[in-house]
């Protein structure tokens, strides 16, 4: 089992930007692919972002392609969604998520998640 924890969201003007944290346990944190999914009320979750164990290889949705930064410490158990130049449709609950298998952006392929945390953008 792994357990995620993220941290760092909140409401920030158009145009700023915020650092997400996703904290995990684990004794082989290096050897997850792990993904960031958001989801609006009323919507489906969406993959935002992905990361290869090594944290060679990251992934972007096109929505988020050149604002945000998917990042991994795995000497710290922690993944980074760092978002810039954010726009009110970036408003959601982001969620860290982690699975033993290959890349995916399905939220069905993934193990583990965290509970999320809130991100809001006001125009």
């Known amino acids: 089992q792994v357990q995620l924890v993220e941290s760092g969201g909140g409401l920030v003007q158009a145009g700023g930007s915020l650092s997400l944290s996703c904290a995990a346990s684990?004794?082989?944190?290096?050897?997850?692919?792990m993904g960031w999914f958001r989801q609006a009320p009323g919507k489906e979750r969406d993959f935002v972002a992905g990361i290869t164990g090594s944290g060679a290889t990251p992934y972007y949705a096109d929505s988020v392609k050149g604002r945000f930064t998917i990042s991994r410490d795995n000497a710290k158990n922690i993944v980074f969604l760092q978002m810039n130049s954010l726009k009110p449709e970036d408003t959601a609950v982001y969620y860290c998520?982690?699975?033993?298998?290959?890349?995916?952006?399905?939220?069905?392929?993934?193990?583990?998640w965290g509970q999320g945390t809130q991100v809001t953008v006001s125009s």
């Open positions: 998520a982690a699975t033993w298998g290959r890349t995916a952006t399905r939220a069905a392929a993934f193990e583990y």
């Open positions: 684990g004794r082989t944190f290096s050897r997850y692919y």
